[in-house]
């Protein structure tokens, strides 16, 4: 009998089986182990050095894992295939831009090395998307934080990927910027983008995700489904694992 | 093989306008060279030794040290916000990174090397302009190895604090082959010999760019790895 619970195989955008990484005697992912349907958005939240940053960089190929499997797009990290690379984009803490080149020439770079196939034509796209057309002959020194991270989006949706990972997105901006960047995200799960973002703003992860994980000391302390939580007890618990770096309290609905 | 050249192509694109804006690498090189040069005159007593002699030394320390400058910073413009991350995110082959960063130092060194060339025949009382092509062919095979090892070593020390140190310390005892063998060739070119006499050391040398770039597309990819 075929277990229609779990999803096929194409279904699935992200799978990772017990990951762990090891910087020495520090574990910084421990035994991390989940599926990511195709267009579901994760938000993973937790104290810092939790893993959350090292779990981002095994799963886009930055960093191997000292053990386990994770497959991204159907493809092996490990392998680190271009192909996996073509259906990813990322945004983390730094931007990834030229700051003495205009975001218009960033843009049509990276285009360029994503293979897309009207980087000029695409770059002005993606700039009136983000809002930053006026700007895109501006150097990108002399643009802010929000408006860097717009650029970050930018150049991260560029090749169009199917999968998109955020490392903490909202750190820095303020609430203009915090809500345009909520817009944009928005916009992408609309667009049944597969997204995975680890953010400390419980209030917009909880807000947009689909799916929520809380990684404590390396390990997934919970993963459930948003609609089976509650959302008050969740703030709760998350501040409790912020402050004693441990798991305590259930946060099921009563 | 299309894309891969586009990639290739377009790091060196990048590369470029960045230097047009800011003019950061080449003042650096070409003031450094050319202060090399100038101890070097007020120092020699060109009335006792002979130029054709000292100048290819001379030559060459300046080459290579304000060449160091450059190769310290091709890496470190790619470390500033992360920049080398989203090279190394795009679906492109590291090593297609590793010869577009080749391209750009070999074309940069390049250029600073013809602007000093004719500073260097003033200040030496040599005429090079009688043997220009084999004096170009062999800079252009040392500058070769010098930007092959340089720019793999650069990649590598870019992830290291001391990276201003390291850099030198790894690269120039690795370049010594490379360094004997164009500092005597450019004395031999000077003195007016044919290329022909000088064969071994031409094989020896581009043996050397040979092997270094062999190498380089063998190790890029752990290198650039974190």
Not at chain 2, 151 to 158: K, M, Q, V
Request: include cysteine.
């Amino acid at each position: 009998m075929v277990d229609n619970s779990k999803p096929n195989s194409s279904d699935i955008a992200i799978e990772v089986s017990q990951l762990r990484k090891e910087f020495g005697v520090l574990r910084a992912v421990d035994g991390v182990s989940f599926d990511l349907k195709r267009g579901e958005f994760l938000s993973i939240f937790g104290p810092n050095g939790a893993g959350k940053t090292t779990l981002i960089k095994i799963l886009t190929g930055l960093t191997r894992p000292s053990s386990g499997t994770a497959k991204v797009a159907g493809y092996d990290v490990e392998e680190g295939v271009p192909a996996m690379r073509r259906e990813i984009g990322v945004i983390s803490h730094s931007s990834a831009l030229y700051a003495d080149l205009t975001p218009m020439e960033n843009l049509v770079f990276f285009g360029k090395m994503y293979g897309v196939e009207y980087p000029q034509e695409s770059a002005q796209t993606a700039l009136e998307d983000v809002g930053l057309a006026p700007r895109r002959h501006d150097r990108v020194r002399t643009f802010s934080r929000g408006m860097l991270q717009r650029l970050s989006i930018a150049r991260s949706i560029l090749h169009d990927p199917s999968i998109l990972f955020l490392d903490e997105p909202f750190t820095g901006l303020d609430i203009h910027a915090s809500n345009v960047l909520k817009e944009h995200l928005q916009t992408l799960h609309n667009k049944k983008r597969t997204i995975l973002m680890t953010t400390h703003d419980v209030s917009c992860g909880l807000e947009m995700c689909d799916k929520v994980a809380l990684q404590v000391a390396g390990r997934f302390a919970f993963f459930e489904d948003i609609k089976d939580i509650d959302k008050e007890n969740f703030e709760t618990l998350y501040f409790d694992a912020v402050r004693n770096n441990q798991f305590t309290m259930s946060i099921r609905p009563h | 093989m299309n894309l891969y050249l586009n990639q290739i192509s377009a790091i060196v694109w990048k590369d470029f306008v960045t230097e047009l804006k800011t003019r950061e690498l080449f003042s650096a090189m070409f003031i450094f060279a050319l202060l090399v040069i100038l101890i070097f005159i007020f120092s020699v007593n060109l009335s006792i030794v002979n130029a054709s002699e000292v100048g290819p030394g001379i030559l060459w320390v300046a080459f290579l040290f304000s060449g160091t400058l450059g190769l310290n910073r091709s890496f470190v413009i790619e470390k500033e916000n992360g920049c080398l991350m989203g090279l190394i995110l795009a679906p492109a082959d590291r090593t297609a990174i590793y010869f577009g960063k080749l391209i750009s130092n070999l074309v940069f060194l390049s250029i600073m090397e013809l602007f000093i060339l004719p500073l260097f025949m003033i200040f030496f009382n040599i005429d090079i302009l009688e043997h220009l092509l084999p004096l170009l062919l062999v800079i252009f095979l040392g500058t070769l190895g010098f930007c092959s090892l340089g720019t793999l070593l650069s990649s590598l020390a870019s992830n290291l604090k001391t990276r201003e140190i390291m850099l030198p310390i790894l690269l120039y005892p690795l370049l010594i082959p490379i360094v004997i063998g164009v500092v005597r060739m450019t004395g031999q070119v000077l003195a007016g010999e044919p290329l022909s006499e000088m064969m071994n050391w031409i094989g020896l040398t581009a043996s050397f760019d040979i092997i270094y770039i062999g190498v380089s597309i063998m190790t890029i990819d752990h290198i650039l790895e974190e």
